[in-house]
């Protein structure tokens, strides 16, 4: 098993190094000057625009700006905003939290909803129950995220005033010392009625950034399912007269869950691009909307810093994901 | 229990126990994140509007509602006969606000009104370039450097500013937000503990509140400042609620979250007027949009040709189309709010026929030009691709066939400075200091069509003997005469068509009283007062 594991990490080395150049050249690819954006019609003359580049670093050959930004990362520095003039690293962290907390309240949502569905949907296949939820999972997954978002405001907290419209705590609580996890930070600060607030708060965003993945994962887990309940193990597990509750519960949805936990893992990536229209509609303070901004900025460093960090924290899922299959199935860690 | 009533409940909790009942808390929905809380390295409102507005003050500041000046920091000036001179005598006792791990041992003086223009012009000063990156834009961008010769400390409370050239306007360039009195005693205090950077993220001025947090991207605190000046400002709470989306925006408005905000989509106007808990302020804004023809290229270089242009674009389709009726037809360069605005001037009327006929008499025959839009939305601009549209059929009418072309922003600004481009570009202006300057020389002086702000490269010289004779002279009735000449000068040659001043909204609770819409655009809640 520690081969196993050890193999994989070894295996994102060349990715890390990949997804250097892409996060480098991403942004500078793009048209636009970010010395020119700051200055906006107010414009600058030749002079200051050339003090200025120069300033930055932007007027040195491209390699050697890439080198300079492998040398800073090997020393753990992702460089300074050019908008915020603070530490990328530092920004990424002060907003990351909010994300990570909107993320897996959002995959909590579509795991425990969504699998559950797909697995009843298979066994009662062409049932009316079947044909609904797959109907509305259709329907969920080309949901266009900013309507949708608007649309649930609209109605709940608009004209049904159940949860308020936006940000992630009601204002009357803060919590200078926190750890930018707002429901712990709440259940923390024994207030009463502040982790109410946190929740009431966090519920629509994860419901909408919930939704693409939710319908996703219902879907596969329905055909992941069908595909195993065809299988011939099943069948003689029936044969034998095995309660349909075991050949299921246990038999059948191991094996179909390989390709569903695929499909999780692959959401974790869908989720990072749902995250910045969410966090957008709802003001959520992450680190979707936060990349959106400085990518209309042009802000270099942040862009690059940014890029890099959510990578590696896809990365990352994705060899949980890796060494989940073999908890799964331990075929997979022999090979 | 519904969500809503417990959460009631917790909150009245919590009132009870922080013994906060009976504060007064003012929540603005914010359009966007401020860049930081230093204003002079910055040029964009949202940043003065959390930085300047609530936590600073300057020498002179505009008297609310107006573009007019009367005293700040300063208690009074006197200016030179000959214009070059001019000596601020400070207000005493004046003090800046305490911070965590700053608290002043002085009052306001001459030293802190020094360092606040020096750490700018000067390269030597040790805040010139706190942290990679830090430029003084604005302060450049105004022509501080050429026109400020030299700034002395007279005593404490006195500060002579010796000018190179006589400059009417300068006493409003000391409203801006880059002229914001900043403390020396706070900045060397960073600096001798090796975090220069700060006075970016932790503020301290002499306004009428003190920050207290900032949470990127979610919420700014800041508290009254009981010792203000002017006097301590009715709430005793301001929180800015950051809301990027104009419809949640709306939304919070109208459930309370929030009592006021700034930029409502204009489609939503109605709907908030119609909600008996809100009321609307509006004002013009103080911008122009325009279209700016090359006049160094062939047709464009003959007056004729322009002004036929310019009568077979339709505008008033295009403020009820674009701006949704949240605008009004400009006909001068500068805005109808502005003093000097030329009441009289008669706009090239719309009149399709009447250009055809024009163009025939020019000798242009089958012209084809491009018009730029640019691909961003901004204040004056809602959809200057719409526009280009709504202008391409009007031209077409007239057997022009226009070209639509569009570049990423920042190629688009440099790209139409380019003497030899081709067309016409669609662009605008937002003023800074109120000052006609500001826009007839910024826009559309001589040397600007050198350095290519002035998009048309136009450059008239009786236009601009008399711009530059009303930057020099202080009397004020003198100035407006020349600037209502000039605007003569500019309606005969139209270098552009003039298209649009937007207006600005600004839906507010029906609780909110007191707030005063500022001619120049920011958002300043000092004296706002809100009812239970």
Known sequence: MLRFIIGKILWLI?????????????????????????????????????????????????????????????????????????????????????????????????????VPIGVLAAIKRGSWFDQATMGTALVGYSMPIFWWGLLLIILFSGILQWTPVSGRISLMYYFPNGTGFMIWDALMSGQSGALASALSHLILPAVVLATIPLAVIARQTRSAMLEVLGEDYVRTARAKGMPPRRVVGVHALRNAMIPVITTIGLQVGMLMAGAILTETIFSWPGIGKWMVDSISRRDYPSVQGGLLMIALIVMFVNLIVDLLYGLINPRIRHR | MTIRSMLLAGAAAVMMTAGGAGAKTLVYCSEASPEGFDPAPYTAGTTFDASSKPVYDQLVEFKPGTTEIEPGLAESWDVSDDGLTYTFNLRKGVKFHSVEGFTPSRDFNADDVIFSFDRQGNKDNPYYAYAPGVSYEYYAGMDMPTIIKSIEKVDDYTVKFTLSEPNAPFLADLAMDFASIMSKEYADKLAGEDRKADINNVPVGTGPFSFVAYQKDAVIRYKANPDYFKGKTPVDDLIFAI???????????????????????????????????????????????????????????????????????????????????????????????????????????????????????????????????????RPYMPNARRTAELMQSDLAKVGVTANIVSYEWGEYLKKSKDPTRDGAVILGWTGDNGDPDNFLAVLLGCSAAESGANRAFWCDQKFDDLITKARQSSDQAERTKLYEQAQEVFKEQAPWDTIAHSTVFMPMSTKVSGYVMSPLGGHDFYGVDISE
């Open chain 1, 14 to 114: 060349p990715t890390l190094i990949g997804i250097t150049i892409v996060a480098f050249g991403f942004v500078r690819v793009l048209p636009g000057d970010p010395v020119l954006l700051m200055a906006g019609e107010r414009g600058l003359s030749p002079e200051r625009h050339a003090e200025l580049a120069h300033q930055l670093g932007f007027d040195r050959p491209l390699w050697q700006q890439y080198l300079d930004f492998i040398w800073q990362l090997a020393h753990g520095n992702l460089g300074d905003s050019l908008v915020t003039h603070k530490p990328v690293l530092g920004e990424f962290f002060a907003l990351f939290p909010a994300t990570l907390e909107l993320g897996v309240c959002a995959m909590f949502l579509a795991v425990v909803i969504g």
């Open chain 2, 243 to 377: 809301t990027p989306d104009p419809a949640v925006r709306m939304q919070k408005l109208q459930a309370g979250e929030c009592q006021i905000m700034p930029y409502p989509s204009p489609a939503d106007i109605q709907a908030l007027r119609d909600d008996s808990n809100i009321k609307v302020d509006e004002q013009p804004g103080l911008n122009v949009a325009y279209l700016a023809y090359n006049t160094t290229q062939a047709p464009f270089d003959k007056p004729e040709v322009r002004k036929a242009l310019n009568m077979a674009i339709n505008k008033d389709a295009i403020i009820d189309a674009v701006f949704q009726g949240a605008g009004q037809v400009a006909k001068n360069p500068i805005p109808p709010t502005m003093w000097s605005y030329n009441k009289d001037i008669k706009d090239d009327a719309y009149d399709p026929e009447q250009a055809k006929k024009m163009l025939d008499e020019a000798g242009v025959k089958d012209l084809e030009m491009n018009i730029w839009a640019m691909p961003v939305q």
